[in-house]
């Protein structure tokens, strides 16, 4: 990537004119989905503004011009993302429970089938389609009691849930016999010391390689995900019936 990368102040993407040239060969939108359809086929690891250049029959040195920087391109990407959860023809939501519920599912559904997009969201710079998805949760939480911060507050609660939970369900190296067995081993020894009955309660009259293949899988899945979700959109809601419990917390 470029050196502008490294120990020099950055302004973001969306707040510098695009590049200086009378007729742009590309949008930043033609950028961003080709470096997402390289991430998809070949792994995020393959992407770089040559291999970037190449799929855009660019030079790389001419790529520069519109994406001076890796934190540009993954800005870029970033939107391009965030479009799918602020699209148009998306259903309205039926309140502040469904908006958030909405968010975090589909955040979860793009994490799925792209694992390597956890790295892209992590962007903080905000584009266009950020603002329509940031708008759409906000209008949500409009009849809501809670204040600015407390309102980001919550849409950051939901977006860690999901990074957290995919980041687990999804880990980039699916452990192989020979760590279960070994982790297995180690367990099974401490157990031996007395040390842990709860978790030797956990094996409920199991053995230890059982153990730790139910604790490698525990977390994943649709029921555990939307059981997770629900536990925090529930205390959520009891905290708006300790704080207004004359509001509608619907």
Known sequence: MSTQDQNQPRTPLWARPGPAV???????EQI??????IADAEGFAALSMRR????????TMTLYHYVPSKQDL???????????LAGPDAEPDAGWR??????????????EHRPWVI???GSKDIGP??????????ASLAGTPFDAAEKLELIALISYYVVGYTTQANPAEQPGEEWINGVAAFVASRLETGEFPHIQQL??????????????TQTAGDEQFERGLTRILDGIEAEFGRRWPARDTS
């Open 22 to 28: 009378r007729q742009p060969r590309f949008t930043r």
């Open 74 to 84: 993954l800005a870029l990407m970033n939107d391009e993302i965030l479009g799918e």
């Open 129 to 138: 389609n950020g603002m329509r998805a940031l708008e759409r949760i906000l």
């Open 98 to 111: 469904d908006a958030l519920a909405r968010f975090g599912r589909g955040m979860r559904a793009i994490s």
């Open 119 to 121: 790295t892209v969201l």
């Open 203 to 216: 094996l409920d009259g199991g053995d230890a390689e059982t153990f730790v293949r139910r604790l490698n």
């Open 52 to 59: 970037l250049a190449d799929e855009l029959g660019a030079g």
């Open 32 to 37: 961003a989905k080709a470096a997402i359809a």
